[in-house]
């Protein structure tokens, strides 16, 4: 079945650095999704992406889906306190449209 | 706009007892989604509903769990018996359709002693 991996599990980064997590899909997918989790909290979408080499940018945050729509990546600039949670990336299968999760990266920062 | 409502919000059992959580998706959302969160991991698919019908129960352990989906709004996840392994946060999700983004609860967090 569709495997989602996500890297790093975990990120610990200084306030005011970037940092960059990276979802990668074991089959081919038809969108993916990023959602955050903060401690103690519930997923929260945050953004889809659905066309090869997709960008899109939320202030702070840079969402990309790769050109073979196999992988995606977020890219977090100028971290503050309030990036702290665990982000993850949910594709959808082409073969199925099953919607997987992957297992998070948790972002922890400090001041 | 109304969220998505669960409950219970905690709920701490023996194991081979029972337990049942209630999910009231949002309004008009055809879609609903049990998920299953251990501690430290991502959210794993249950079950899927489409109104009053099963998308997806592939991954729903079917000796023991069971859902539905009455009326095709709201639903109940039930546990029997539960074992220590069930110690997760269940997730309720909705959406207007399948392909769009989930709205989820606040899950229950479940502990099994």
């Known amino acids: 079945g569709q495997q989602v991996m996500q890297i790093p599990q975990y990120q610990h980064v200084q306030e005011g650095e970037d940092f960059t997590t990276y979802c990668n899909s074991s089959t081919t997918l038809s969108n993916i999704q990023w959602y955050k989790q903060r401690p103690g909290g519930h997923p929260v979408f945050l953004i889809q992406?659905?066309?090869?080499?997709e960008v899109k940018k939320q202030k702070r945050l840079t969402f990309q889906f790769g050109e073979a729509k196999k992988n995606s990546s977020l890219h977090i600039t100028a971290t503050q306190t309030t990036d702290v949670g665990t982000y993850f990336c949910?594709?959808?299968?082409?073969?199925?449209?099953?919607?997987?999760f992957g297992a998070g990266t948790t972002v922890t920062v400090r001041a | 706009e109304a969220g998505v409502a669960q409950s219970p919000r905690y709920k701490i059992i023996e194991k081979r007892q029972s337990v049942a959580f209630w999910c009231n998706p949002i309004s008009g959302h055809a879609t609903l989604y049990w998920y299953q969160q251990i501690l430290g991991q991502g959210p794993k698919l249950l079950i899927q509903f489409q109104n009053n019908g099963v998308v997806d129960d592939s991954q729903l352990p079917k000796d023991r769990f069971s859902a539905e989906r009455l009326k095709g709004v709201d639903s109940t996840l039930k546990i029997q018996p539960a074992k220590l392994e069930d110690s997760a946060v269940y997730l309720c999700a909705s959406s207007f359709t399948t392909n769009e983004k989930l709205f989820f609860g606040s899950g229950t967090q479940l502990s099994v002693l």
């Open positions: 992406l659905v066309k090869s080499g």
């Open positions: 949910a594709g959808r299968s082409v073969n199925d449209y099953k919607l997987s």
